[in-house]
C-alpha cells in the first residue's frame, strides 16, 4: 500500500510559476512510475506528466510542454511538478499518482494509487 500527500498548490497570476511536490509512504518508491493528473470543474480528469521510476525517462501533454517539468528525489520519495507560464486554462485540482508497471502510461486506469489532490488556480 502507497500512500501520496501532494502540497504546493495556491494562486497565481497567469505567467506565473507553482511546484507541487507529492511525497509517498513505502520504502520502493523508485519502483513506481509517478504521474501527475489534474480535473477542472466539469471535465474528466487528465494526463499531465509522468516519470519513470530511475527519473530518466518522462512524458508531457501536449498542453504543457515546454512549460511544466516533472522530476523525483527517489531518496525522499517525493515527485515534483514545477509549473511556468501558467494559464487560465491550467486552472484544476492536480493529483499525483503511482503505477507499478514500470510502463510509463497516460491512461488514469494503470495507476493503483492516487492522492487527494491540490488546487491550482490561475488568474488572468
Known amino acids: 500500500q502507497v500512500q501520496l500527500a501532494e502540497s504546493g498548490g495556491g494562486l497565481v497570476q497567469a505567467g506565473g510559476s507553482l511546484r507541487l511536490a507529492c511525497t509517498a509512504s513505502?520504502?520502493?518508491?523508485?519502483?513506481?512510475?509517478m504521474g501527475w493528473f489534474r480535473q477542472a470543474p466539469g471535465k474528466e480528469r487528465e494526463f499531465v506528466a509522468g516519470?519513470?521510476?530511475?527519473?530518466?525517462?518522462?512524458a508531457y501533454a501536449d498542453s504543457v510542454k515546454g512549460r511544466f517539468t516533472v522530476s523525483r528525489d527517489n531518496a525522499k520519495n517525493t515527485v515534483y511538478l514545477r509549473m511556468n507560464a501558467l494559464k487560465p486554462e491550467d486552472t484544476a485540482v492536480y493529483y499525483c499518482?503511482?503505477?507499478?508497471?514500470?510502463?510509463?502510461?497516460?491512461?488514469?486506469?494503470?495507476?493503483?494509487?492516487w492522492g487527494q489532490g491540490t488546487q491550482v488556480t490561475v488568474s488572468s
Open positions: 499518482a503511482a503505477d507499478r508497471s514500470f510502463i510509463l502510461q497516460v491512461d488514469t486506469k494503470f495507476y493503483d494509487y
Open positions: 516519470i519513470k521510476g530511475s527519473g530518466t525517462s518522462s
Open positions: 513505502g520504502r520502493t518508491f523508485s519502483n513506481y512510475v
